[in-house]
């Protein structure tokens, strides 16, 4: 049976919309998934709905999201595959988990939502909503990017500009969330769950094996979870010998996880963030933290960090091959040297491309 439960007390929630613990405001989460069944893909879907008989959610729309190509690439004479999620109907990843998370929402008849970011996640929560007839509000800071606001108003989304500290349109957002669904990419479990997607594709694109490495930028933790559970489900079903060892890269100036790895704590500290090109992964406090530093622990693992240079020598490396990313994209090439300290010249290692470059030339 198929439950939400906190991840710090345990009670099981009994709102289908809620995004946070009722009793303590603790991290909401499955206490379990399905099995995955490979005889269950629908092979004549050619998108993430090729696991709907997984997937715990009724499809009222899709934006034909999921089925990001898996491209090989030589950089430096390292061969290297690449999961081009920023490929997606709205330029990222997030499309992944908000086709799930919305889906859900429009099943419990929500007729409005709200939802805090700057970038790519406000994009996907409005292209979503609006398709599904949703009215989106989405609180950005009023210093965020021109051309991203710009982007969620084209969809539908309803700008709610707020001043002061990135922290400020958080608060806004929850505040509003009291009485509208808060449709929140970072608490939603449902945006997990449509995460996990991407390693059934992976395992597809391997011909049926699983990569040695996955590496992701990480924020809050949804796409790097997405991996790693979805992974553990199909080792759990036979279909692989190991989970990939799981590799989480952040910036030099946001870096909670990298610095709760590095002193071997499980529960990563806030931190107080700065400035970095990286701005899809400036996260103070990561919701998933203790999830996400269990699954680097049981893989063998690591967490990374990279600086603002080595990231736009990465961008521009990209580039060069062909490869149009976003500054957090490019975190996980910028990486790469550590990755292959930790893991071998030998290993098959997937970087997660997450974001379109085309939201900043
Ligand atoms: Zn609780």
């Given at each position: 049976?198929?439950?939400?439960?906190?991840?710090?007390?345990?009670?099981?929630?009994?709102?289908?919309?809620?995004?946070?613990?009722?009793?303590?405001?603790?991290?909401?989460?499955?206490?379990?998934?399905?099995?995955f069944?490979a005889?269950?893909i629908d092979a004549?879907d050619f998108s993430l709905w090729r696991y709907r008989?997984w997937l715990?959610?009724?499809?009222?729309?899709?934006?034909g999201e999921g089925l990001t190509p898996l491209a090989?690439?030589?950089?430096?004479?390292?061969?290297?595959l690449l999961k081009l999620e920023y490929l997606n109907?709205?330029?990222?990843y997030?499309d992944r988990g908000?086709v799930t998370?919305?889906?859900?929402?429009?099943?419990?008849?929500?007729?409005?939502?709200?939802?805090?970011?700057?970038?790519?996640?406000?994009?996907?929560?409005?292209?979503?909503?609006?398709?599904?007839?949703?009215?989106?509000?989405?609180?950005?800071?009023?210093?965020?990017?021109?051309?991203?606001?710009?982007?969620?108003?084209?969809?539908?989304?309803?700008?709610?500009?707020?001043?002061?500290?990135?922290?400020?349109?958080?608060?806004?957002?929850?505040?509003?969330?009291?009485?509208?669904?808060?449709?929140?990419?970072?608490?939603?479990?449902?945006?997990?769950l449509g995460q996990m997607t991407v390693a059934f594709e992976v395992w597809e694109q391997c011909q049926r094996t699983a990569p040695?490495?996955i590496?992701t930028?990480?924020?809050?933790?949804?796409l790097?979870?997405g991996f790693a559970r979805g992974f553990?489900l199909l080792?759990?079903?036979?279909y692989v010998?190991?989970?990939p060892?799981?590799?989480?890269?952040?910036?030099?100036?946001?870096?909670?996880?990298?610095?709760?790895?590095?002193?071997?704590?499980?529960?990563?500290?806030?931190?107080?963030?700065?400035?970095?090109?990286?701005?899809?992964?400036?996260?103070?406090?990561?919701?998933?933290?203790?999830?996400?530093?269990?699954?680097?622990?049981?893989?063998?693992?690591?967490?990374?960090?990279?600086?603002?240079?080595?990231?736009?020598?990465?961008?521009?490396?990209?580039?060069?091959?062909?490869?149009?990313?976003?500054?957090?994209?490019?975190?996980?090439?910028?990486?790469?040297?550590?990755?292959?300290?930790?893991?071998?010249?030998?290993?098959?290692?997937v970087?997660a491309l997450t974001?379109?470059?085309?939201?900043?030339?």
């Amino acid at each position: 049976m198929m439950e939400i439960q906190c991840i710090d007390c345990q009670q099981t929630s009994s709102d289908p919309l809620a995004w946070r613990c009722e009793a303590c405001g603790g991290v909401l989460d499955f206490s379990a998934y399905p099995p995955f069944d490979a005889d269950a893909i629908d092979a004549h879907d050619f998108s993430l709905w090729r696991y709907r008989a997984w997937l715990p959610v009724e499809q009222h729309v899709s934006l034909g999201e999921g089925l990001t190509p898996l491209a090989r690439v030589r950089i430096s004479d390292d061969d290297l595959l690449l999961k081009l999620e920023y490929l997606n109907p709205t330029g990222s990843y997030k499309d992944r988990g908000t086709v799930t998370m919305m889906n859900h929402m429009a099943s419990h008849g929500v007729t409005n939502v709200v939802e805090d970011s700057s970038g790519n996640a406000g994009a996907s929560v409005a292209a979503y909503s609006t398709a599904l007839g949703i009215h989106p509000r989405i609180y950005v800071p009023a210093h965020g990017s021109a051309r991203k606001k710009a982007l969620i108003e084209h969809v539908g989304g309803e700008l709610m500009e707020i001043g002061g500290t990135q922290e400020a349109k958080t608060i806004a957002a929850r505040q509003a969330a009291a009485t509208i669904p808060y449709a929140s990419h970072a608490y939603s479990p449902y945006f997990v769950l449509g995460q996990m997607t991407v390693a059934f594709e992976v395992w597809e694109q391997c011909q049926r094996t699983a990569p040695d490495v996955i590496v992701t930028p990480l924020g809050h933790g949804g796409l790097f979870l997405g991996f790693a559970r979805g992974f553990a489900l199909l080792h759990a079903a036979g279909y692989v010998e190991r989970v990939p060892t799981m590799i989480a890269v952040q910036s030099d100036h946001s870096d909670p996880i990298v610095r709760a790895y590095e002193t071997g704590t499980s529960d990563p500290a806030p931190i107080s963030t700065g400035q970095t090109i990286a701005d899809g992964i400036i996260v103070a406090d990561p919701v998933r933290g203790r999830a996400v530093l269990e699954a680097i622990a049981t893989t063998g693992g690591a967490a990374f960090r990279v600086s603002d240079a080595a990231i736009q020598s990465a961008r521009a490396t990209l580039a060069r091959h062909g490869y149009v990313a976003e500054p957090t994209s490019a975190t996980t090439l910028a990486a790469l040297p550590q990755v292959r300290a930790h893991v071998g010249t030998s290993a098959s290692v997937v970087l997660a491309l997450t974001g379109n470059g085309l939201k900043y030339i």
